[in-house]
Every structure is written in structure tokens, then in C-alpha cells.
């Protein structure tokens, strides 16, 4: 068992399956030939380019119109069965994070389009007296639609639209670990983490906000949606030989977790003949 099956995991990805999506010609995502086709086919809002070079253009010019038009198009796709059922929540589309928004996608329909989806995800972690370092570890409940039952962050989530990166870190925080907002706004900002893969309904293309959170001993996260159904502090070594020998944990929270051992000295190049592929594993290009 080692490390590197679950970066590899996250990045099985057969780019000759895709074509190009668009918006007004700015390429933002990729999409199946045949959902292309299922989508051009409902909607004069998006222009199917045959050719050399084939590419699915949405065409409106404001964000306002191309968010109203995909949003009809979807959900008549979900009626069919052939995006996941609607979450009502939207995300943002953009080219890179930090250009503006192009227009917002319902969270389910963002694989299916192939654009790029965002997320914060935090290590909650106890230093100890002798500078050993615990990791709060909590337990999805049983009833999740995504990874039940599995190890997860101490807070995680996806990135709305209308929110910024730091207004949903205190939401997330206050949700799924009863965190107050001064203390989740101390969290520190550490990196991102990118990955690219195929799933039944599209492509995954995920980029992750890591924030690493230094808890003092008696602050003890408290789940209050109902996502979580149990949390547990562990010793940082037992956290590294949980992610190396086992699939307990959300398929992402692995990489999330990596980078912070990476980060912390558990994971060194002296030791982990994986060590390179682990760092450049984490930051995927597509």
C-alpha cells in the first residue's frame, strides 16, 4: 500500500472521452460528445461547432443570461436522468479563480459540464506539550449521498457562489464542527490542491483551498447538520498509517491530508520513495 494509489486515483482522467465547452469562446470546460449533442439540441442559447476542431459555445454575453439559459437546459437534463438530481445550490464558473464570473451552475451539474468545481477543506490539529501534533478526524454519517461513513476534515465543503472563500469557511466551520467565526477565521490559508477525473456523469475537475487550524486541547468540534457523526483526535502518525494502508477516508480528503503531512515533516524525502510524485501529484494540470 502507499500514498501515491490515491493522488493516482484522482487523476484517471482519458482526455480523448472530451471536447471542449465554452463561453463565448473562452474555454472553461469539457463535455462528452454525446451530452454536446443532448445540449445543443435543447437550447439556441448554445452553438455546437463541427469541424476540425469540435467545441460547445455557450453564446449569450452577460452572466445573467447564460446562467438563466443553462439553468433551463439542465433541468430538463435532470428530468432525463442525465445530470445527478439538482442540488439547488450554485457555484461559479470561471476561467481561473480570480477572473470574473462567467455565469453560476447548479453544484450537480458541474461535472457534467466539466468546469472547474471549488472547495475549502481544513486541518484541525492539537499540538501537543511535546510538539507532537493530533489530527481532529471526524466520521461522515451513514446517510450521505457522497463517501457515507467515511473519514473526513474537521470542515470541508463546497465553494457557492455569492460567498467568498473566507465567509464560507465560517459558515462551513460554525455547520459541520459548531466552530465560532473568530476562531475559524484564524485558520491559515496553505496552498490549493487540483485534481482531473472521469466519473459517470462528466468530469471531476476540483480545486481544493487547504487552511490548516491550530486548536488548543479543549476545543472539541461539535457537528451541528447532521453531515458528521462523530469526531476523534488522532496522533499524527496513526493519521499518515490510516491514509497509506486503508480506503477509510473521502477520496479527497487523502490528498488533503497528504499535503498537510508533506507539509509537517511526517512525509519526508528521505523516507518516502514516493516523495516527488506525492508533490507534484498534488497540483494536477488538465
Not at 493530533?134 to 457522497?146: K, L, P, Q, S, T
Not at 475559524?184 to 471531476?204: M, N, Q
Not at 480528503?253 to 509537517?264: C, E, G, P, T
Request: proline residues 6%; glycine residues 10%.
Amino acid at each position: 500500500m502507499a500514498f501515491i494509489r490515491h493522488i493516482r486515483a484522482c487523476n484517471a482522467h482519458d482526455a480523448a472521452a472530451f471536447l471542449p465547452f465554452a463561453v463565448n469562446g473562452q474555454r472553461v470546460g469539457q463535455v462528452r460528445r454525446a451530452f454536446a449533442d443532448r445540449v445543443a439540441g435543447l437550447s439556441d442559447a448554445f452553438r455546437w461547432t463541427q469541424g476540425g476542431a469540435p467545441l460547445l459555445d455557450l453564446l449569450p454575453t452577460d452572466a445573467g443570461s447564460r446562467t438563466r439559459a443553462v439553468a433551463e437546459v439542465v433541468a430538463a437534463l435532470a428530468a432525463d436522468g442525465l445530470v445527478p438530481p439538482l442540488r439547488g445550490e450554485d457555484f461559479p464558473v470561471v476561467a481561473q479563480w480570480g477572473q470574473p464570473e462567467l455565469l453560476q451552475l447548479d453544484r450537480a451539474a458541474v461535472p457534467s459540464f466539466g468546469v472547474r468545481g471549488f472547495g475549502l477543506h481544513v486541518n484541525g490539529y492539537v499540538r501537543g506539550a511535546d510538539g507532537g501534533l493530533e489530527m481532529w478526524v471526524g466520521r461522515r454519517a451513514r446517510d450521505r449521498g457522497v463517501a457515507p461513513g467515511k473519514l473526513d476534515n474537521i470542515v470541508a465543503g463546497g465553494q457557492p457562489a455569492g460567498l467568498s472563500l473566507t465567509e464560507n469557511l465560517v459558515k462551513e466551520a460554525h455547520e459541520e464542527a459548531g466552530l465560532e467565526p473568530g476562531l475559524a477565521r484564524s485558520a491559515v490559508p496553505v496552498g490549493a490542491i487540483t485534481y482531473v477525473f472521469d466519473t459517470a456523469a462528466g468530469l471531476r475537475r476540483d480545486t481544493l483551498f487547504c487552511y490548516d487550524l491550530a486548536l488548543s486541547r479543549d476545543v472539541i468540534p461539535r457537528n451541528t447538520d447532521g453531515e458528521v457523526e462523530a469526531f476523534e483526535l488522532w496522533p499524527l502518525d496513526r493519521v499518515a498509517d490510516s491514509v497509506r494502508t486503508t480506503d477509510d477516508w473521502k477520496f479527497n480528503v487523502n490528498l488533503v491530508v497528504i499535503d498537510f503531512l508533506i507539509r509537517h515533516g511526517q512525509l519526508n524525502p528521505d523516507h518516502e520513495p514516493d516523495y516527488m510524485d506525492l508533490v507534484t501529484g498534488l497540483r494536477a494540470t488538465d
